[in-house]
């Protein structure tokens, strides 16, 4: 595990960043024009669901090993936290907390075996 901690660190910065980003660009959005709530919903779960295909992307690019197991810890991290904050809020798994907690681990496995298959530049 300590050979994966400085890719999920940096995994995870990102994560936050590109949510915090994200979050106040479609605040913004909301507060402008009328938004249902259905478009929130979707739209909380694209930025969740992105934000850990950056992460797992990042952090492979990283460690450059084990796309699979990289998208799998962020994925299970991220969904773990989810799963906890929908059964502190709703006193159960409701089907929106499920759905988020789906696309997490999806997004996040492919974020880590994109983030092995492509070449890393720069040097």
Request: hydrophobic share 50%; net charge positive; with cysteine.
């Amino acid at each position: 595990m300590q050979f994966y901690k400085k890719g999920i660190i940096a995994g995870f910065f990102m994560l936050i960043v590109f949510i915090m980003a994200s979050t106040l660009v479609f605040g913004t959005i909301m507060t402008l024009i009328d938004v249902t709530d259905e478009i929130v919903c979707i739209a909380g779960t694209l930025i969740l669901s992105t934000g850990c295909f950056l992460a797992s992307y990042v952090s492979t690019q990283i460690v450059r090993n084990n796309g699979l197991m990289q998208g799998l810890i962020v994925g299970g991290i991220v969904s773990f936290v989810l799963f906890v904050i929908c059964l502190i809020a709703n006193k159960s798994l409701t089907n929106a907390c499920f759905e988020k907690i789906v696309c997490c681990t999806l997004f996040s496995i492919i974020g880590g075996i994109k983030g092995i298959n492509t070449r890393k530049t720069g040097k």
